[in-house]
């Protein structure tokens, strides 16, 4: 494609102007995040739209937000100068990224044409990040704090829904059954922006854990302490165990270490202190109020009740029993593991992001691809802060204890969209995005 045209001179002129070209890739990169972030799987089953049902046109099936993210990084391929430009910068300023498109590109192939799989589950969960953070992160500073603010008031409003539907009753989204037709209505868990309570456990846990390690320094301590408590407040109300218990341990731990680091002479300040103690202690009263007035009794009913999931995470193993070795190594057959997941009736599905990966494309495809998927973290952590780590160990335990990455979801997407927004980026790499946008 040619960026420049002959003038009535004869010179060469620009087709689009600079200016306009990264306006425009700047905004369509920033939908798309938001659209991945409120656009749930569910609301566009709700909305009519068979996303995750049976039946539809194969252009139903991927989320509005990969439309945007392709539209997003081709807005960029004309701002730099062409896709050769952009794609030879993503390879030489982000190598990892690049390793991990081609591996999603060889698992692509390995399910269309070895599988004779669809490709939407791949698309939406895998290749959707790829595109995200290659467009994000041609963004400078003013245009990411834009985004910060923007995924910090997306968060805000997930916790007062989340808390709100817990109280009320009321919930902005259905439940679906695993059918996608029928609704559940016993679940009495909160479905808020993020379409399930699962996913909205798993973002706002990830939340709290990046709030507690460092995500916008300049934030107020008293507004930090105040999101950090009310996100602890709403994984209640949207039920998921692994998420919550697994945020409340990671706060301590980050908590102990700063007292540790306190006790061995590093410097605080006495303010922050007071209003730290001030706000645990209400925060703490707040807790046994909201106990003692019954607002935990349907979460603690979970924890004797979990309707199955507990059998599941046992049972999935047993899947694999009908397979014969090349199809557990390469290329599992989906008959088989569907009637084993109706005979070992694990009617919640696979609660195992790996173990998914497993039974839909092999042993040995999961392997790389675990290895390449590693990498791709590595990279956000590069572009962002050491402190990032403590989000993707997150990341990596809610994964492993639900079917995470190995359904068709945006969970990853909108994570790395998150994180790339709110944790703070290394000095030079800030210096270097003022300077080349």
Not at 59 to 80: F, G
Not at 223 to 234: D, E, I, K, N, T
Not at 392 to 407: E, P
Request: glycine letters at 10%.
């Amino acid at each position: 494609m040619s960026l420049v045209s002959t003038g009535p001179t004869g010179s060469l002129e620009p087709i689009v102007r600079p200016g306009l070209a990264r306006r425009v890739a700047v905004d369509v990169t920033i939908v798309t995040v938001i659209v991945a972030s409120l656009v749930s799987g569910i609301a566009l089953m709700a909305l009519g739209v068979p996303y995750g049902a049976p039946g539809g046109s194969i252009l139903t099936k991927i989320h509005p937000a990969t439309y945007l993210s392709v539209l997003a990084v081709i807005a960029w391929m004309v701002a730099v100068g062409g896709p050769g430009r952009f794609v030879g910068s993503v390879v030489i300023e982000h190598p990892s990224v690049a390793v991990f498109a081609i591996a999603v590109g060889v698992m692509l192939f390995h399910a269309v044409v070895v599988m004779k799989l669809s490709i939407s589950p791949i698309v939406d969960t895998f290749v959707l990040p790829i595109l995200m953070l290659s467009a994000l992160t041609r963004l400078d500073e003013r245009e990411r704090e834009r985004l910060e603010w923007i995924m910090h008031a997306i968060m805000i409003v997930d916790i007062a829904l989340g808390i709100f539907e817990y109280l009320s009753g009321w919930r902005l989204t259905p439940m679906y059954d695993t059918d996608g037709v029928t609704v559940m209505h016993y679940d009495w868990r909160s479905s808020a922006l993020f379409g399930h309570p699962l996913s909205n456990a798993f973002h706002i846990g990830a939340y709290l854990v990046a709030l507690a390690c460092g995500a916008t320094p300049r934030m107020h301590p008293i507004l930090r302490l105040v999101l950090m408590g009310s996100a602890a407040l709403s994984l209640v109300g949207f039920g998921g165990r692994t998420a919550m218990g697994l945020a409340y341990v990671m706060v301590a731990a980050l908590a102990a270490i700063a007292a540790l680091r306190t006790l061995l002479g590093g410097r605080f300040r006495l303010t922050h202190a007071a209003i730290g103690v001030g706000l645990v202690t209400i925060g703490a009263i707040g807790e046994v109020l909201f106990v003692d007035g019954g607002g935990a009794d349907r979460f603690i009913d979970l924890l004797n009740e979990d309707h199955g999931s507990a059998q599941t995470r046992v049972s999935m193993f047993y899947v694999f029993g009908n397979l014969s070795w090349d199809q557990f190594l390469l290329w599992p057959d989906p008959s088989l593991i569907e009637q084993a997941q109706r005979d070992f009736a694990l009617r919640i599905g696979i609660e195992s992001s790996e173990v998914g990966l497993v039974a839909a494309y092999g042993l040995i495809p999961m392997l790389l691809f675990g290895v390449a998927i590693s990498m791709f973290m590595r990279e956000l952590v590069r572009i962002t802060s050491p402190a990032t780590w403590w989000t993707i160990a997150y990341f990596v335990v809610v994964m492993s204890a639900s079917n995470g990455v190995a359904a068709k979801s945006t969970n990853f997407a909108i994570h790395i969209g998150m994180i790339f927004a709110i944790m703070p980026r290394p000095a030079t790499l800030a210096a270097k995005t003022r300077l080349t946008g």
